[in-house]
């Protein structure tokens, strides 16, 4: 087991209802992480439905669904970026 | 390389004002050319904007807009470089952002600026909240915004 | 079209002001993207430069500038424009002339910005000279610059 | 017979000396008038000795050496451009 922060952003953010948690996962990828949050309730099902809008970074850096979760200690999720 | 200036920050700014200051830096540099790029909270088509709310993921926003100044003086022989970001609420016709860079010469000191401006876009994490009259919406990223970063790709 | 702004002026003048100024209608003119472009005079690559001296067309140079600015109304769909070109004698380090545009998004206000730049160089009548310890020389034009303007001649 | 307003700007100005003169020619063309004032004295043959380095403006609109000089006011003579 591995203790990742998770953290939320915009609509993400929103529609789970939190910025932040702590998550106790055997996930070994960003993929598996967010298959077993889905299933935990539907706020997560809804907001994961479409995964080409979500994107996520690993330790603050933007990373692939399938990217090993090997020693990292937090995971965001957030939509496409709308800066500048 | 020259000066590299990255600011994450809540208060409003004066484009003007940090335009003097870089042109003062950029000149000892040995520049002879600066260009800026300056973001306006737009309303919005028809009107009745009232406020852009901007999100950002501190840590990780500094992080990326160092990353991308870093990666545009590596292509570009570049003097000082800045990009100032804010989040947080803004009013309709506020500034929302900035960078400026400068060079010896245009060419490369207009490429840098669009390549940051490319990248800032679609790789700093910021989100855009507009709201009206009618409600909250967040900005849809466009897909054009996506398929810019292809420029800068080859060659 | 927007307001169109050509200055040609002997006096100094601060990038800085000019921008805040020009922001301002900016976002009054709806536009949500501003690029800018100074021009500084650089010293020799060895040093050495006392003062650059620039020669102009009087009467000539408005109507070059006007017409390159109107070019690029009607080729973009811009918010206001400026053109500000000093001549006479300047000292290195000072600003020597800045162009600003400003449009509803990025691509238009930089692809503006760039093309008054290199219309500028090859088509308004200035000339610089350099004033250094050995003399006085004029600076000569270059090819690239004069091929610059074969980006925009197609699309 | 035609009276211009020839002006010189740059080196032209310097080779050639004055700034601004008047000028009477039944000459057609800039190509005809830059012939003329060479054969006039030396430091114009000089100063027009090679017309590539030399750009001309007819009643302040940039022109080509064979353009027509109908009409035509005041024509100048100078280097490229290098503002900017």
Chains 1, 4 share one sequence.
């Not at chain 1, 106790?24 to 309730?41: N, S």
């Not at chain 2, 790029?37 to 992080?63: C, N, Q, S």
Request: aromatic content about 10%; charged content about 25%; hydrophobic content about 50%.
């Amino acid at each position: 087991m591995q203790s990742l922060q998770i953290v939320y952003f915009a609509w993400l953010r929103e529609r789970i209802g939190l910025p932040r948690e702590t998550w106790e996962t055997k996930a070994e990828t960003p993929a598996e992480l967010v298959a077993e949050l889905a299933a935990r309730e539907d706020r997560y099902a809804l907001a994961f439905a479409d995964l080409s809008a979500v994107r996520v970074a690993l330790d603050q850096e933007l990373a692939e669904f399938d990217a090993s979760l090997a020693g990292v200690r937090e995971v965001a999720f957030f939509p496409p970026m709308t800066g500048g | 390389m020259g000066d590299l200036q990255i600011r994450v920050q809540e208060a409003a700014f004066d484009p003007g004002a940090l335009l003097s200051d870089f042109d003062q830096l950029a000149a000892r540099s040995g520049a002879g050319a600066v260009v800026t790029f300056t973001g306006l909270v737009r309303d919005l088509p028809g009107g009745g904007l009232h406020a852009m709310e901007i999100e950002h993921y501190p840590g990780m926003t500094e992080k990326a807009l160092t990353a991308i100044a870093e990666e545009a003086a590596g292509r570009w022989d570049l003097g000082p470089v800045l990009i100032l970001h804010r989040y947080g609420l803004m009013r309709p016709e506020e500034p929302i952002m900035m960078v400026a860079t400068a060079s010896a010469h245009r060419a490369a000191a207009f490429a840098a600026a669009d390549f940051l401006m490319d990248y800032l876009k679609s790789r700093a994490p910021f989100w855009k909240k507009e709201t009206t009259e009618a409600g909250d919406s967040w900005v849809a990223a466009k897909a054009e915004d996506e398929a810019a970063l292809d420029r800068w790709r080859q060659g």
